[in-house]
């Protein structure tokens, strides 16, 4: 039963059920990522990953790579940490920060909000969405190159090159103080409101 009218414990099966079944007829998984049958190691030297750029699939993938073999998931999981997702609007960046703090808070968002549907949930995003996404998502090995050796000089590198005297900053310019203040202020900001949604849907545990 494709619903949200279940209970939590229902919902976390019916969802997981749903990825594996999705994942058994995707190529995703078949990949060079798995060295062997004995050694599943993904090594950063060794492999690249080529992320989409659109909230719709990067949305898919944060659900999707909780399900993920171990090796495979811990990759996706740190690159999509490091990424500050600042083309996105501000209730895209709070969804996403919300599914990736934890399984258990993506779980809740999906199963308790009312932002998605259960069709929502398991047409789109579980069907149209992932397998876009399978289809973008490249895992490839890296192609081997040349070693790079440290160029060996006499002297100093740097001859003493400045920057044009009109080209040279105030001493007192405060710009990038301000810049710096005004994002920390909406960084602060954005936690808080996650804090807030996740105290909400945590609430009835």
């Known amino acids: 039963m494709r619903d949200k009218n279940l ?25 060079p990522v798995f060295v062997s049958p004995t050694r599943q190691i993904l090594d950063d030297q060794e492999f690249k990953i080529i992320y989409p750029r659109n909230f719709r699939l990067i949305r898919a993938l944060v659900i999707l790579q909780w399900y993920l ?15 500050s997702f600042s083309n996105y609007n501000r ?10 703090s934890s399984k258990k808070n993506m779980e809740l968002y999906l199963f308790r ?4 549907t259960g069709g929502e949930i398991f047409g789109n995003i579980l069907g149209n969405d992932l397998s876009d996404l399978c289809k973008i998502l490249k895992i490839s090995k890296k192609r081997k190159s040349k070693p790079n050796y440290p160029i060996r000089r006499r002297g100093y590198k740097d001859k003493g090159a400045m920057r044009p005297f009109h080209s040279w900053l105030p001493k007192e310019d405060y ?31």
């Not at 495979?72 to 999981?77: A, K």
């Not at 103080?177 to 945590?202: A, D, G, M």
């Open 113 to 116: 909000t009312s932002r998605y």
């Open 7 to 31: 209970n939590l414990k229902q919902f976390n099966i019916q969802l997981e059920k749903s990825i594996q079944r999705k994942l058994k007829n995707e190529t995703l998984l078949r990949t």
């Open 69 to 83: 073999p171990e090796n495979l998931h811990w990759r996706i999981y740190l690159d999509l940490q490091e990424r």
């Open 91 to 100: 209730k895209q960046q709070i969804e996403i920060a919300i599914f990736l």
């Open 175 to 205: 710009d990038l103080t301000r810049i710096q203040l005004r994002k920390e202020k909406e960084k602060y900001l954005l936690q808080k409101t996650i804090n807030f949604t996740l105290s909400l849907i945590q609430k009835e545990l």
